[in-house]
C-alpha cells in the first residue's frame, strides 16, 4: 500500500497519481509570436488561474494541424497542471469544466483520471491543496529564473483518495464553501475600486475644471509662468556598477516612489552632472510609458542625474511643490496632459508649460495639501486594511482545503 505524510480516515487510502490517470502528458511548444492562420486554441500558463479555473480572457491561437486530431478537444473533468513557471507559480492547476475545442502549450500537464476510481476535480483539488501548501516549490527543479515538475516526478506524487461517492460530496461541499470566498474576493475588489475612486474624486473635489470660478485670491496660471523652462533628461547608458551617479529613468518609478537601491549608474563628465543633478523638489514628468506620470523629488539621498525619457520642471518661490505634484495628478492636468481620444505617444516641454493649473496664495497652497494628505493615510489604511483581509482570504482556501484531504468536511 502507498504510504502518505498522515494517517487518513477509515476506507481512505493514498494513490500515486500515475496509478489513478489515463493519461498524464505535456503539451507541444509554439514558439512564435503569432499565428495569423491559427484556428486552435492553444492554452498557456497564463490561462491558468490561481483560483483554480480556467482564464480565458487570453487566447493564442495555432494552426490546428499542429495537433493530432484526437488531442483537440478538452473534456469535462480535465485537470490541467502548469509544470513550469516561476518557483512561487509552478504547480497552479485548473479544472477543465466544459467541453473545449484546445491544444495546451508544453508548460501544462494534462492529468484525465479513471472515472471509477477518481473525480478530476477531486485531483484538482488535491493539487491545488500541495500548491498552496509549497509542495511543489519544494520539489520542483530550479533553473534561473524558472522552476519545473516533469512528468515523471508528477506520476510519483501521491494524494489521498476517499471512495467516489465520498469524493463527489466533499467536492461539493469545497466549491460551495469556496464559492463564498469568491463572493468575498469579488466585494473586496469592488471596495479596491471605490478607494481609488474615493482618491480621484477628492482630487477632482480640490481642484475645478480649467476656465471655472475660483475663490477669492485664486488665478489661473500656466505651468510654464511659474516653473522654470523644462529640462529634458541625460543620454547615457546604465551601468550596474557604481561608476558616477545613481541614474533615474521611467523604469525606476513606481506607485510614485523611487526604489533608489535598484537604480543604475552612469558615467557623467562634472560639467553635465551640474546641468543634470536631481534636488529636492524637482518635478519629473514621464514622456513616454505611463504618459504624464509625475514624481515630486522630496530627497535625493545619493549623487543623482534623471535619463532622457524624464523630463524636470523646476518651480518658482510662489508654488509649493508638493501642491504642484498634487494638481498635476489631478483630472484636470491628466485630461490636459493625455486628451481623450488623442493618439498621443508622448509629451513635451512645450505641452507641460502649457498646462492651465489653479494658483492659490501660498498658505493656502499649504492647507490643500494638509488636507489631501489626510486624506491620504485615510485611503492608506484602508488598502492596508484589504491587503490583509485578501491574506484572510487566502488562509481561508488553505483551511479549507486542508480539512478536505483531512477528511474533516
Known amino acids: 500500500m502507498t504510504e502518505g505524510p498522515y494517517k487518513l480516515p477509515k476506507g481512505w487510502r493514498w494513490v500515486r497519481l500515475g496509478d489513478i490517470c489515463l493519461v498524464i502528458e505535456t503539451g507541444f511548444a509554439f514558439r512564435k509570436k503569432g499565428a495569423p492562420d ?34 483537440r478537444t478538452l473534456q469535462p473533468g480535465d ?40 473525480q478530476g476535480a477531486w485531483v484538482a483539488l488535491a493539487l491545488r491543496a500541495m500548491w498552496y501548501r509549497g509542495f511543489f516549490a519544494e520539489r520542483c527543479n530550479k533553473w534561473v529564473g524558472q522552476a519545473g515538475i516533469n512528468t515523471a516526478m508528477l506520476r510519483t506524487f501521491v ?74 533628461g541625460y543620454t547615457s547608458s546604465a551601468l550596474s ?40 523638489g524637482d518635478l519629473l514628468f514621464a514622456r513616454s510609458g505611463s504618459i504624464g506620470a509625475t514624481i515630486l523629488i522630496r530627497e535625493v539621498p545619493y549623487d543623482a542625474v534623471f535619463a532622457s525619457y524624464l523630463i524636470r520642471v523646476r518651480l518658482r518661490e510662489i508654488v509649493f511643490p508638493e501642491f504642484a505634484a498634487l494638481v498635476l495628478k489631478a483630472p484636470l492636468c491628466q485630461r490636459q496632459l493625455i486628451p481623450q481620444g488623442a ?29 489631501l494628505q489626510e486624506v491620504q493615510e485615510k485611503i492608506k489604511a484602508l488598502k492596508e486594511a484589504q491587503a490583509q483581509t485578501e491574506a484572510e482570504l487566502k488562509r481561508l482556501e488553505q483551511a479549507i482545503l486542508g480539512k478536505a484531504f483531512r477528511g474533516e468536511l
Open 38 to 71: 491559427g484556428d486552435l486554441l492553444h492554452l498557456r500558463p497564463y490561462n491558468i488561474g490561481e483560483d483554480g479555473a480556467l482564464d480565458l480572457s487570453q487566447r493564442f491561437l495555432v494552426p490546428s494541424d499542429l495537433c493530432p486530431a484526437g488531442r
Open 159 to 232: 494524494i489521498p483518495l476517499p471512495p467516489l461517492e465520498e469524493q463527489k460530496r466533499i467536492v461539493a461541499k469545497v466549491e460551495a464553501l469556496m464559492g463564498r470566498v469568491r463572493e468575498a474576493r469579488r466585494l473586496r475588489q469592488e471596495a479596491q475600486k471605490d478607494v481609488e475612486r474615493l482618491w480621484q474624486s477628492a482630487l477632482a473635489h480640490t481642484f475645478p475644471r480649467p476656465g471655472s470660478d475660483l475663490p477669492e485670491g485664486w488665478r489661473w496660471v500656466r505651468l510654464g509662468e511659474v516653473a522654470e523652462k523644462p529640462q529634458y
Open 79 to 118: 485537470v490541467l497542471f502548469n509544470n513550469t513557471n516561476s518557483v512561487e507559480l509552478v504547480g497552479k492547476t485548473a479544472l477543465v469544466t466544459q467541453p473545449l475545442q484546445a491544444a495546451f502549450s508544453n508548460h501544462i500537464t494534462l492529468l484525465r483520471t479513471r472515472p471509477e476510481q477518481a
Open 343 to 371: 493618439a498621443q505617444k508622448n509629451i513635451n516641454a512645450r505641452v507641460i508649460q502649457q498646462l492651465l493649473i489653479p494658483l492659490p496664495p501660498l498658505e493656502e497652497q499649504r492647507r490643500i495639501v494638509a488636507h
Open 241 to 280: 556598477e557604481p561608476i558616477g551617479p545613481k541614474f533615474v529613468r521611467i523604469t525606476d518609478i513606481t506607485s510614485g516612489e523611487i526604489d533608489w537601491n535598484s537604480v543604475p549608474y552612469c558615467k557623467i563628465e562634472a560639467k553635465a552632472f551640474e546641468r543634470y543633478k536631481l534636488k529636492p
